[in-house]
């Protein structure tokens, strides 16, 4: 599948960001440009959607360099410089140009294009949001946040005689030897509590900044402030919180259950924190692949399974060398699909071992990619952002589509068995985690004076709520204590995380109907990842063929069809 690349009409095709001088001219003229009628409009728009795709991807480029290689000053330097001194300078000339746009006689006529209301309404949020004293707290934030990643990188342990990334160290945790999951869970969280007070001083200190820029656009709390920043127009607080319910009643319930199975199965009398990801159908722990040229050959092969135009992506960004999979000491945690909006071809960077849990990621992030090439001639570069209950719905439905298909990874039926199991009792897990880290925010900004004592007392309390009752903690109380602080989203992009849960049952919901029919319900996901963000949210479910709902109803229906698949994948 070939991605539409944006031609340059506005900018100098070989124009490149290198200083505010150099970019402030191209601002002034669209800020000072006549438009009198339709035509000029829709013209100025086209030009200051070139001037932002031009601006995302080169932001998007510095973000990935640094995140490859944190070691590398240079390219931290040149992140920093595009955020502290750019960025900064970029923001009020952006707030002119939505008052531009929203002062504009011919703002109703633009409304009745479905795809323009919806940016004219999220541009008048920003407007309702921006505050000039918030433009150099938000640059620093920004370069701030990114300290959770340097200071994650620089974290290993030594198994075995070999130095190891946590990611890497974590693949012991699936080991079949007792002896040695305990071993390496102690050497892992050990390393992590070493740099306990440094992540805990850089999470006060963001989250005193962000209650400053709430109070600063005259919000009680960073919470509300974020619901309208990021444009959550079709759910409110009061619905966050009745799915928090929702995943206690009907979720926590069958996680419960699975500890108990899992006690049973391994013939345990307590349940540890390092028994939890071990596959107990198997003697020898799940292995889909050697390395990441065969990650990637396979994945390619699942994906053209299901459509020649997925693969095609993947095999696309290989020959653009936009992909980076396999962990390394240096490089940043975790896994994304970065979008690069004037080349339409994304990058994914992760960390991959050779575990499931790395299979997985890849094609969640693949199926961000389809996203990606799929809006990448949209006209507008608004409409190549959707939203996160959007943009999670692509790739999580990825990850169940292709599970139809990991026979490609596993030849033996009852490795094929142990996979697909592993990955439903991940989706059962992962609903609760989802609700933890979002209350756990709630909380934290509501109570943003807070502290580090009654930060641990919360945590224990809200994750309590949600987590198994069959693993035991005794003696690991510090641990546990801490387990937040492993999740990025709360240092890079806070309150981004609550999507995961909506996402989650729209794909199981989109599995549900691909289990059914793989043809139509592919083409009703293409469909609907191609409107992009020219739709509400509810409008591109239902282009998908589902419902956007996480009602406590919706949320049992979906978690019994996972429960009796989770049975039929169970090996004999």
Request: net charge negative; aromatic share 12%.
């Amino acid at each position: 599948m070939k991605a539409i690349k944006l031609q340059r009409h506005y900018l100098p095709k070989d124009w490149k960001v290198s200083t505010w001088e150099n970019l402030k001219p191209y601002f002034e003229a669209l800020l000072s440009r006549h438009l009198n009628g339709m035509a000029d409009l829709q013209q100025w728009l086209k030009d200051r959607s070139e001037l932002e795709s031009v601006l995302e991807e080169e932001m998007g480029w510095r973000y990935v360099r640094m995140t490859c290689d944190t070691q590398n000053k240079e390219l931290s330097d040149q992140f920093n410089y595009f955020v502290a001194e750019i960025q900064p300078q970029i923001a009020p000339y952006s707030n002119d140009l939505n008052l531009k746009l929203v002062q504009h006689p011919l703002k109703e006529e633009l409304k009745k294009d479905p795809g323009l209301a919806n940016i004219i309404r999220s541009i008048e949020t920003d407007i309702a949001l921006f505050r000039e004293k918030n433009i150099q707290l938000m640059s620093e934030l920004e370069q701030e946040a990114h300290e959770f990643g340097t200071i994650n990188a620089a974290m290993t342990v030594e198994v075995d005689g070999k130095e190891l990334t946590l990611q890497q160290a974590s693949d012991f945790l699936q080991s079949t030897d007792r002896a040695k999951r305990e071993e390496v869970y102690l050497k892992i969280a050990n390393r992590r509590i070493k740099d306990k007070p440094a992540l805990n001083e850089l999470y006060s200190k963001l989250v005193v900044k962000r209650d400053e820029v709430a109070k600063n656009a005259d919000f009680s709390n960073y919470r509300d402030y974020m619901f309208k920043a990021m444009g959550r127009f079709d759910y409110s607080v009061k619905d966050v919180f009745n799915f928090h319910d929702a995943i206690k009643k009907h979720v926590v319930p069958l996680l419960n259950k699975l500890g108990q199975e899992r006690k049973a199965a391994l013939k345990l009398e307590s349940l540890r924190p390092w028994d939890g990801a071990v596959n107990y159908f198997g003697t020898t722990p799940l292995k889909p692949f050697s390395d990441g040229d065969e990650l990637l050959a396979k994945t390619v092969t699942c994906f053209n399974r299901i459509n020649p135009q997925l693969g095609g992506c993947l095999e696309t960004m290989k020959t653009m060398k936009h992909l980076d999979l396999i962990s390394r000491i240096g490089k940043a945690p975790g896994g994304y699909n970065y979008p690069l909006d004037e080349t339409g071809v994304p990058f994914i960077f992760m960390n991959a071992s050779s575990s499931l849990r790395d299979l997985v990621t890849l094609v969640h992030e693949g199926g961000h990619a389809y996203h990606s090439f799929l809006v990448s001639g949209q006209p507008l570069q608004f409409y190549k952002h959707p939203s996160s209950e959007v943009a999670e719905l692509a790739s999580m439905s990825m990850e169940l589509f292709t599970m139809e298909h990991w026979d490609i990874f596993f030849a033996d039926e009852r490795d094929l068995k142990r996979a697909k199991r592993e990955h439903l009792e991940g989706i059962l897990a992962t609903l609760p985690w989802v609700a933890i880290i979002d209350k756990f925010q709630h909380w934290i900004y509501e109570n943003p004076t807070h502290t580090v004592e009654q930060r641990e007392q919360a945590w224990l309390d809200i994750s309590g709520e949600f987590s198994s009752n069959q693993t035991d903690w005794t003696g690991l109380e510090e641990f546990k204590k801490y387990t937040w602080q492993k999740q990025l989203h709360l240092y890079e992009v806070p309150f981004y995380y609550i999507e995961y849960g909506m996402a989650q049952l729209g794909a199981v919901a989109l599995w549900k109907n691909f289990k059914g029919d793989a043809s139509k319900t592919f083409q009703h996901y293409t469909d609907a990842l191609s409107l992009g963000y020219s739709r509400t949210i509810p409008e591109i479910y239902s282009t998908a063929g589902i419902s956007f709902d996480f009602s406590e109803a919706y949320v049992k229906g979906l978690m019994e069809f996972v429960w009796k698949e989770l049975e039929l994948a169970t090996p004999e």
